[in-house]
């Protein structure tokens, strides 16, 4: 079959073409007129008119010196991680900083794949515009890349061909990740995870500019209110300064979205299951699950729930939490603990009948111990401990999260567990992170520090 039925579309000129090659005959291919796509390239990239930086409302992030750092460095910059919590500003971040430095702003491309144009565009035709609109490109950088089928391919030839300098690409899914692409890029690329604002963060968006110890300790009471509305609505960018109706709105969107787009639609699944999977986990957030109860609990099989899960882990809205066994299939066959990507997010979806503030603390340690890239674990025997955290080959911290250590039989509860972690791993300090009691306490020769949530969260960012 040869030739081509074409016809125009509004002002889009979008031409619908039937294949000649082997590879694609009986597909219809829908081709971009060059001039709409070369507009929309133009349109992703204001700094080409010389027009200023639009900074209003960007918060530095905390990850932006890493990002910045790896310039240094060949490979391509992964930026991965949930819809919304801020990837396409951080690369805009990057890209006003090599202007600072003086890179001539035509050289640097910014492409979404979210930008329709671009989503129907051949990759050949996406390499012509950029030929037409600059010689010698050195920067270029690819948003919500999983967007479009085998990018990782293109990416690898751009790479390999050395057509640019520097390449940046963000995405929403962890499968930019995965094996396959793994296996194409590999040794060519370095991966960095961006999540939700941390507390501080979450401070500076909401106008915090001294963060020194003294100064924190003397605004201890603001501080006290300033997490608890984090507690509550969470560190997406869009949400702070919102009321809870705009909050409540925001996050139902966020969710919305990943659900139906990201999941259902990507996977063709019913999205009625894996909402009811989604809402169930994160209403039971810090919380032990096997594969077995989830299927009974939510009605569908076993197989279904450990697939439905990935995909909730994959667009990061969910994560697991080992047990801690020095034999791997130990770890595999425990039950885990889930984990919710943001705490404002789950309560927009959660069933909830309570504050349950205590999750909520519980979840903030974990999340600020993935954001630092630690390599956590829940531990128990009889006792329990709420994190493990393990660095080469052993264990050296031991973390505990208990809001009220003021009732003495929940305190020695906590203790116990800690007790026996430290004999087990010979680890002779521990931290309890509370609600406001700040203390070191030296039980059976265990160094234990009480520091409340506020201040870890703080210190922990810093160090």
């Not at 569908?300 to 450990?306: A, G, K, L, P």
């Not at 309560?347 to 909830?352: E, Y």
């Not at 087990?424 to 265990?446: G, L, P, Q, S």
Request: aromatic share 12%.
């Amino acid at each position: 079959m040869c030739g081509k039925i074409s016809s125009a579309i509004a002002d889009n000129k979008v031409y619908f073409s039937y294949a000649t090659t082997e590879t694609f005959i009986n597909k219809v291919i829908i081709t971009t007129d060059m001039d709409s796509l070369i507009n929309a390239i133009r349109s992703l990239n204001p700094w080409w008119a010389n027009k200023p930086f639009q900074r209003e409302g960007m918060i530095e992030r905390t990850i932006q010196k890493e990002i910045l750092e790896s310039l240094k460095l060949r490979q391509i910059k992964d930026v991965i991680g949930v819809r919304r919590s801020g990837k396409t500003t951080l690369l805009h971040l990057v890209i006003d900083n090599l202007i600072q430095h003086k890179i001539p702003p035509s050289k640097i491309f910014f492409l979404s794949f979210d930008e329709i144009n671009l989503s129907t565009a051949s990759f050949d035709e996406i390499d012509r515009a950029i030929a037409q609109i600059e010689i010698g490109p050195e920067y270029l950088f690819l948003d919500e890349a999983q967007e479009k089928a085998n990018w990782e391919r293109w990416v690898k030839q751009l790479y390999d061909s050395r057509k640019f300098k520097k390449i940046f690409v963000s995405g929403s899914n962890a499968s930019l990740l995965s094996k396959d692409v793994g296996k194409l890029l590999s040794g060519r690329h370095i991966t960095t995870a961006i999540y939700p604002f941390s507390f501080k963060e979450f401070l500076i968006a909401n106008g915090w500019k001294n963060f020194s110890r003294n100064y924190l300790l003397s605004e201890k009471n603001k501080i006290l209110h300033y997490l608890n509305l984090y507690l509550k609505n969470g560190g997406f960018p869009e949400t702070v300064a919102k009321d809870d109706i705009s909050v409540n709105r925001i996050l139902s969107n966020v969710y919305n979205d990943i659900i139906s787009r990201d999941i259902a639609t990507r996977h063709s699944i019913e999205r009625e299951k894996i909402d009811l999977l989604a809402k169930y986990l994160f209403t039971n957030i810090t919380k032990e699950y096997s594969y077995n109860n989830l299927a009974k609990n939510i009605g569908i099989n076993i197989e279904t729930v450990e697939r439905y899960l990935n995909y909730l882990e994959e667009s990061f809205l969910l994560f697991s939490l080992n047990l801690f066994s020095y034999k791997l299939k130990v770890q595999y066959k425990q039950n885990k603990k889930i984990y919710a990507i943001d705490n404002g997010l789950r309560n927009s979806i959660a069933f909830r009948f309570s504050e349950d503030l205590g999750q909520l603390y519980e979840n903030a340690v974990y999340i600020e111990l993935k954001r630092s890239g630690k390599e956590i674990y829940y531990w128990k025997r009889t006792g329990e401990v709420d994190f493990l955290i393990k660095e080469g080959l052993k264990i050296k911290e031991l973390l505990q999260v208990c809001k009220n250590v003021s009732d003495k039989k929940i305190k020695a509860r906590e203790i116990k567990g800690l007790m026996e972690a430290s004999k087990e791993f010979k680890v002779r300090k521990a931290k309890v992170i509370t609600e406001d009691y700040h203390n070191k306490e030296k039980i059976n020769r265990v160094d234990i520090e009480f520091i409340p949530l506020w201040l870890w969260l703080l210190l922990e960012e810093s160090n």
